[in-house]
């Protein structure tokens, strides 16, 4: 030790790269120790990021799975056959006309948005559409904020096949329209997603949609005799009936997993 403390006095060329060697020594040991102490802290912000997105994603599927399963969806159908051989117009003679409406009775989160696509695909043929909704579960707090929002993304299909005579047109009854999406919180490496799926589901385990019928008969004001005088009197003829569907379709069945069920069917 003291030969040691002797040669960093010395004023040598040999003392002077010992001290240049132990100086070089202590400033990697001084790199090696800083670096390791970064990594770890970063290492600690990356789980602790992780763990908020996990957080955050699991509250918004929860949220999203009890909005779905809240939600109902409710058309109206009307079908009008007329029998009248002569109705006077706008009947048709023999004609089986269906149309489609809303009830003004959808409930839930996402009722009026399903019931917006059903009819989409009752009236115009569609055979699938999407929804795509951010769920805010940070709240106003910093540490709230911090969660940030969950983007959920969801595809209704529409099931069933024609109905022989009928272009394009899908009976409601046979209508499975099954739910496939997604949940996503984060990009890059920290991004994380939660898969989701929904049906329909019959107390028989068929996917069917509800449905209520009210019958009632159409009628058209007609001149049914004269009086005596020879003055029309008119009366009410029944020229056919009429059909009201009710249908509710309500997503009952619903769950999430870490892996598409759509992939998994398929």
Not at 96 to 114: E, Q, R, V
Not at 227 to 232: I, Q, T
Request: proline letters at 4%; hydrophobic letters at 35%; charged letters at 20%.
């Amino acid at each position: 030790m003291r030969r040691v403390c002797e040669k960093l006095h010395s004023r040598r060329g040999a003392s002077l790269l010992y001290a240049l060697a132990l100086l070089l020594v202590t400033a990697t040991v001084s790199t090696v120790v800083l670096t390791s102490a970064v990594t770890a802290n970063r290492r600690v912000h990356d789980d602790r990021q992780e763990e908020q997105n996990y957080l955050a994603l699991s509250s918004a599927a929860k949220l999203i799975v009890k909005s779905l399963k809240d939600s109902e969806c409710v058309v109206l159908e009307t079908v009008e056959n007329i029998t009248d051989p002569s109705p006077a117009p706008p009947h048709v003679p023999g004609m089986t006309h269906i149309k489609f409406d809303k009830s003004n009775s959808s409930s839930g989160a996402f009722g009026p948005a399903l019931e917006e696509i059903v009819l989409s695909f009752w009236k115009d043929g569609e055979t699938s559409d999407t929804i795509t909704v951010t769920v805010d579960v940070g709240g106003d707090s910093d540490a709230g904020a911090a969660l940030g929002g969950v983007t959920a993304t969801f595809t209704i299909e529409r099931g069933g096949t024609p109905d022989a005579g009928a272009v394009g047109y899908v009976s409601p009854t046979i209508g499975t329209y099954p739910i496939h999406g997604y949940l996503t919180i984060g990009s890059g490496t920290e991004r994380q997603q939660l898969y989701l799926s929904a049906y329909i589901t019959g107390s028989d385990g068929t996917k069917v949609s509800d449905y209520n019928r009210t019958i009632s008969t159409i009628t058209e004001t007609r001149v049914v005799g004269y009086d005596d005088e020879g003055n029309p009197i008119y009366g009410s003829v029944p020229i056919g009936e009429e059909q009201e569907w009710t249908h509710t379709l309500k997503w009952d069945a619903v769950s999430l997993s870490t892996y598409s069920q759509k992939e998994a069917d398929s």
